[in-house]
């Protein structure tokens, strides 16, 4: 080899549209993964700052997948609820509220998702217009979500002081707005 020559020429351009499309699907793996694990991460964290389960888990979580769902799309918020369900899961959550859970979350998120977009919400915040819309979709979104976790808890748990009393759930549904909207 001589280490004076000129580099290959590229391929044509349908040559050169596959290496484009491969990058573009590492591209968004590695996304898919880098949410993923921003969703687990936040569920950790949510849970160790906040020992209020399930509620400090679900706090940051649901702000990673409302931020993804703002940014990215609705596909890689869907998948920081994976990571959301995983750290339910490995912190002795019972499968089935597990699910349940995340499901709801993942609702909640969805329409605020709805809700910002139809009415030309920018996730860069430049506005105190769009600031006031994030606070007001993630309030509104966690109330259906308090209020079927709580049912779930009291469902699937026999160990639900934490959801039992009105008290609980007001602080749970104040937890979960405050965490996502932060953490979105």
Same mark, same amino acid.
């Given at each position: 080899?001589?280490?004076?020559?000129?580099?290959?020429?590229?391929?044509?351009?349908?040559?050169?549209?596959?290496?484009?499309?491969?990058?573009?699907?590492?591209? %968004?793996?590695?996304?898919?993964?880098?949410?993923?694990?921003?969703?687990?991460?936040?569920?950790?964290?949510?849970?160790?700052?906040?020992? #209020?389960?399930?509620?400090?888990?679900?706090?940051?979580?649901?702000?990673?997948?409302?931020?993804?769902?703002?940014?990215?799309?609705?596909?890689?918020?869907?998948?920081? %609820?994976?990571?959301?369900?995983?750290?339910?899961?490995?912190?002795?959550?019972?499968?089935?509220?597990? #699910?349940?859970?995340?499901?709801?979350?993942?609702?909640?998120?969805?329409?605020?998702?709805?809700?910002?977009?139809?009415?030309?919400?920018?996730?860069?915040?430049?506005?105190?217009?769009?600031?006031?819309?994030?606070?007001?979709?993630?309030?509104?979104?966690?109330?259906?979500?308090?209020? #079927?976790?709580?049912?779930?808890?009291?469902?699937?748990?026999?160990?639900?002081?934490?959801?039992?009393?009105?008290?609980?759930?007001?602080?749970?549904?104040?937890?979960?707005?405050?965490?996502?909207?932060?953490?979105?």
């Amino acid at each position: 080899m001589n280490p004076n020559a000129a580099p290959p020429e590229p391929p044509s351009g349908l040559a050169r549209r596959p290496a484009r499309q491969g990058r573009a699907v590492t591209d %968004h793996a590695t996304l898919a993964t880098a949410v993923a694990l921003g969703g687990l991460l936040a569920a950790y964290a949510g849970a160790i700052a906040l020992p #209020l389960p399930p509620w400090g888990a679900l706090a940051l979580s649901g702000g990673v997948a409302l931020g993804a769902m703002l940014r990215f799309g609705t596909g890689p918020g869907f998948v920081a %609820h994976l990571g959301t369900l995983l750290a339910l899961l490995t912190l002795s959550m019972p499968p089935g509220l597990a #699910l349940v859970v995340v499901a709801a979350q993942a609702a909640g998120s969805m329409a605020a998702q709805r809700l910002l977009r139809g009415i030309g919400f920018d996730a860069r915040l430049d506005r105190a217009r769009d600031t006031g819309w994030l606070v007001l979709a993630t309030v509104a979104a966690a109330a259906p979500v308090t209020a #079927l976790t709580a049912a779930s808890a009291l469902r699937w748990t026999s160990a639900a002081a934490q959801v039992d009393a009105p008290g609980a759930v007001i602080g749970g549904w104040a937890a979960l707005a405050l965490g996502t909207t932060l953490a979105a």
